[in-house]
């Protein structure tokens, strides 16, 4: 079955500690997201990429770091720059092009607490 | 700038009554709207979408919503709720409709359906 597999779907960090979650997708999609979910917020844009080696900032990057080596991955750091890490985050992905539409697909999240 | 405005965080119905979710945007363009639903600790997933075709958009689950640009609304219904309505709920607008998709997403409206 294709889709958006996120892993781990809980972790726990120190302070001090960089963390990176996984993103995978098997749906061939150009362009990938990455979302941070807090309660009452919605959704925020941390990075988005549209092809493989290419991604730019969102609203929030600030202490968030990502690659784009491969279509299929695109993995997220939460370094120990970002000062409020806990949150519920979301990968997304979409084709992308002229004529699209542009629904995300979405993963089914990893939870992160810092203690 | 497109945004997305949710009236009411929680929305508590009756089984069989009528729900109805409140969205509005403003877009600078004809604009590509979404209704996503969110189960605890899962991703979104996609109930309906408005791409400027027909106005009244039918969904999964039953639910529809319907484009009105005179008064920038594309408010979610149900005619009867089920207890597995009981989720969260998000409207989004596309802000780069026909090319890769960022959306901006609501604040979110939380659900409850009780006997």
């Known amino acids: 079955d294709g889709g958006i597999t996120q892993s781990p779907k809980y972790l726990f960090r120190k302070e001090g500690q960089n963390v990176t979650l996984s993103c995978e997708q098997n749906?061939?999609?150009?362009?990938m997201y990455w979302y941070r979910q807090d309660p009452g917020q919605g959704l925020r844009l941390i990075y988005y990429?549209?092809?493989?080696?290419?991604?730019q900032k969102g609203d929030i990057a600030e202490g968030y770091s990502v690659s784009r080596e491969k279509k299929e991955s695109f993995p997220l750091t939460v370094t120990s720059a970002q000062k409020n890490p806990t949150a519920f985050y979301l990968c997304?992905?979409?084709?992308?092009?002229?004529?699209?539409?542009?629904?995300?697909?979405f993963g089914e999240g990893s939870r992160l607490t810092v203690l | 700038a497109q945004s997305v405005t949710q009236l009411g965080s929680h929305v508590s119905v009756s089984e069989g009554a009528l729900v109805l979710l409140r969205c509005n945007y403003s877009?600078?363009?004809?604009?590509?709207l979404f209704w996503y639903v969110q189960y605890p600790n899962q991703g979104l997933q996609l109930l309906l979408k408005?791409?400027?075709?027909?106005?009244l958009v039918k969904g999964i689950n039953g639910f529809e919503a319907e484009f009105k640009k005179s008064e920038t609304s594309f408010h979610l219904t149900k005619p009867s709720a089920h207890m597995s309505d009981a989720a969260e709920y998000f409207c989004?607008?596309?802000?780069?409709?026909?090319?890769?998709?960022?959306?901006?997403f609501g604040a979110g409206t939380r659900l409850a359906v009780h006997p």
């Open positions: 989004a607008v596309s802000k780069n409709p026909g090319g890769y998709n960022k959306l901006i």
């Open positions: 997304a992905s979409s084709i992308r092009g002229t004529g699209m539409t542009g629904e995300l697909f």
């Open positions: 749906l061939n999609h150009d362009a």
């Open positions: 877009s600078s363009v004809p604009p590509y």
């Open positions: 408005y791409t400027s075709a027909a106005t």
């Open positions: 990429s549209q092809i493989v080696n290419d991604f």
